[in-house]
């Protein structure tokens, strides 16, 4: 019998955001106390041509911060990043010079606003220099953690975390998520005609689509209670990523994945869905994702527990939704009280869900947060209040001396193996170390790419609808996995990819930028936009090879193996994974990369 490992309780302490609502967690809070929303009509040619609902950050009071902290050398987004871990700091008392504490930032676009002709490819545009200059700004030891999982972003970031401390790599880690407004985003939702014509309705018969928003936020995970605050904190207790395999911008038909990733994050935590207080969902307002949450919630007995969503206060924050909606949900959780719904006024779903335009005081003790995103990604975590001593409202089998896992991570990498290496490279495609196609040296990437994949006898009319990137990751992917008889068919649950680049979507994002520019924010291309998140073309992946496990994008400035590899062999444990894709993937102007395994469990 595999020896058992203790997990350490992880907190959920300081923390900071800022949003339309205010500078700080307080001032958002005594804001959405008072049923204030952030979402306002915006009428600037900087972000769209006509007249759109949105949640915008106030420059005037950013501009005051600028020089008293001496921002000046940072773009927006890293200013504001900046002011919130500050505050998250400021409160925890934590040596962020130690090695023991960590540093991930979650965002989809960063510094995407920045993107223009002649301003293409510097280092500036990339996530993983946005988080060295902040993580240089504080003194941070540790190297920084990049997550770019569309808008399960912030979600991601706190399940790597948790994953990370529960297996000894970190002590701390601070959690920081952020996205702000720009005309790219903004024309991209546009495209798809998601934007509503007011302050979004979730939920509602009458709601029209989701409102934009911006924020940044902040909060520290910690195992050493002397850096907890609170008198009964909340503690992080599950999580879990899924994909639906069905369709790389629409959500779920049945909800079936996000039900599974709710019923890992409940097993986890070691509790029911009975057990469960209230459900912060993600609540976009869009008409199909609202409809697929209510059908997962359904399948996990959870439509009668008292459900919100946050976006009327701050809109859709995309990468720090994650993170400042965790927040709120501390918040709630500490103050016995879920917030209402603004604009609710009749039931529009499937499955009717409890509901409330007003909040709602009551007892609070566990939470179910969740999201969903482009690429067919879902994420589930639970939030739990520590009882007071002597007091254990636990149901299940988790002890506040921490959780049971039946194998570490080191195990679990004694006994998966990579079965199988594909890299393509301007040189050709590799497998197992053996040339099997050559390239052409005067061949350009479509060039060669089709050649590519006419050697392999595929018949797959949407791979010529792929952009660049998810191409080189569809058929690294194809080579791959040809050493496992019938990988399509072995159950989706027990697959999972995990995978890192430099360059995020960037190659995309230029073509989305000369498009925009070309036409109009009005005419922009929806066919285009879509593939601007690099987790899209796991998207792509899992929906040919039927994989409905984990699925996580890092950004790197350099492929660190050895990390994903270990990550890989965490989550495979944690997940039950059979098999697990893991690996890089970069393209950027004819220039490409990818360096797939394929581990076996």
């Given amino acids: 019998m595999e020896r058992e490992m203790e997990h350490p309780v992880i907190y959920l302490t300081a923390d900071a955001m800022i949003s339309s609502l205010g500078f700080s967690t307080g001032e958002c809070r005594e804001r959405m106390f008072q049923y204030q929303s952030g979402v306002q009509p915006i009428r600037d040619s900087q972000f769209y041509s006509e007249l759109f609902y949105g949640a915008k950050i106030d420059d005037n009071r950013l501009q005051l911060l600028v020089p008293e902290h001496n921002l000046h050398d940072f773009s927006r987004f890293e200013q504001l990043l900046i002011l919130s871990i500050r505050q998250t700091l400021g409160q925890s008392g934590v040596d962020i010079g130690q090695n023991n504490c960590g540093f991930i930032l979650a965002s989809t676009k960063g510094n995407i606003g920045r993107l223009s002709v002649g301003n293409e490819t510097g280092d500036g545009l990339l996530l993983s220099h946005s988080a060295e200059k902040i993580a240089?700004?504080?003194?941070?030891?540790?190297?920084?953690?990049?997550?770019?999982?569309?808008?399960?972003?912030?979600?991601s970031a706190m399940i790597v975390a948790k994953r990370l401390i529960e297996n000894g790599m970190f002590t701390h880690m601070v959690v920081a998520g952020g996205d702000e407004l720009s005309d790219f985003i903004v024309s991209g939702f546009h495209a798809f005609k998601s934007v509503s014509t007011g302050i979004c309705k979730p939920y509602d018969?009458?709601?029209?689509?989701?409102?934009?928003?911006?924020?940044?936020?902040?909060?520290?995970?910690?195992?050493?209670?002397?850096?907890?605050?609170?008198?009964?904190?909340?503690?992080?207790?599950?999580?879990?990523?899924?994909?639906?395999?069905?369709?790389?911008?629409?959500?779920s038909?049945?909800?079936?994945?996000?039900?599974?990733?709710?019923?890992?994050?409940?097993r986890q935590s070691g509790i029911s869905a009975n057990d469960i207080s209230f459900v912060n969902a993600h609540g976009t307002a869009t008409i199909y994702n609202d409809e697929m949450e209510s059908k997962a919630l359904y399948l996990s007995g959870l439509s009668g527990k008292p459900l919100q969503s946050l976006k009327p206060y701050f809109g859709h924050t995309l990468g720090a939704a994650g993170v400042i909606e965790t927040i709120i949900c501390k918040q709630q959780l500490e103050n016995d009280i879920v917030f209402g719904v603004p604009g609710l006024e009749t039931m529009g779903v499937p499955h009717p869900l409890n509901i409330d335009a007003l909040h709602r005081p009551m007892n609070l003790t566990y939470c179910l947060k969740t999201a969903s995103g482009f690429g067919g990604c879902n994420a589930a975590i639970v939030i739990g209040k520590e009882p007071v001593p002597g007091n254990n409202p636990l149901s299940g089998s988790v002890s506040l001396q921490g959780k049971q896992l039946e194998e570490t991570s080191s195990q679990i990498l004694k006994r998966a193996k990579i079965v199988s290496k594909c890299n393509i490279s301007a040189l050709g495609v590799e497998l197992n170390d053996e040339r099997v196609l050559a390239n052409e040296p005067t061949d350009d990437f479509p060039t060669f790419i089709r050649k590519a994949y006419a050697s392999l006898n595929l018949s797959y009319r949407k791979f010529f609808r792929m952009?660049?990137?998810?191409?080189?990751?569809?058929?690294?992917?194809?080579?791959?996995?040809?050493?496992?008889?019938?990988?399509?068919?072995?159950?989706?649950?027990?697959?999972?990819?995990?995978?890192?680049?430099?360059?995020?979507?960037l190659d995309t994002d230029i073509h989305y930028r000369q498009n925009l520019d070309a036409v109009g924010d009005r005419e922009a291309s929806p066919a285009i936009f879509v593939y601007t998140l690099p987790n899209v073309m796991l998207g792509e992946i899992c929906i040919y090879w039927k994989m409905k496990g984990e699925n996580t994008f890092f950004i790197q400035r350099e492929f660190d193996k050895d990390f994903l590899i270990q990550y890989a062999g965490m989550v495979m444990s944690e997940q039950d994974l059979n098999y697990c894709i893991v690996g890089w993937c970069d393209l950027l102007d004819n220039n490409f990369l990818s360096e797939f395994y394929l581990m076996e469990r």
Avoid at 222 to 248: C, F, R, S, W, Y
Avoid at 253 to 266: D, N, S, V, W
Wanted: hydrophobic share 40%; proline share 4%; glycine share 12%.
């Fill in 205 to 251: 018969a009458g709601r029209d689509g989701l409102s934009l928003g911006e924020a940044i936020g902040s909060v520290l995970l910690t195992t050493d209670k002397k850096h907890v605050a609170e008198k009964q904190p909340a503690m992080l207790l599950g999580g879990a990523i899924t994909n639906d395999a069905n369709h790389i911008s629409g959500p």
């Fill in 253 to 266: 038909r049945t909800g079936e994945e996000l039900h599974m990733a709710i019923e890992q994050a409940l």
């Fill in 467 to 505: 952009d660049d990137l998810s191409k080189l990751g569809f058929l690294t992917t194809a080579w791959l996995t040809r050493s496992v008889d019938g990988f399509s068919g072995l159950p989706p649950e027990s697959k999972g990819i995990i995978m890192a680049n430099r360059s995020s979507s």
């Fill in 136 to 155: 240089a700004y504080f003194g941070f030891s540790a190297k920084p953690i990049v997550l770019c999982n569309a808008c399960i972003s912030g979600i």
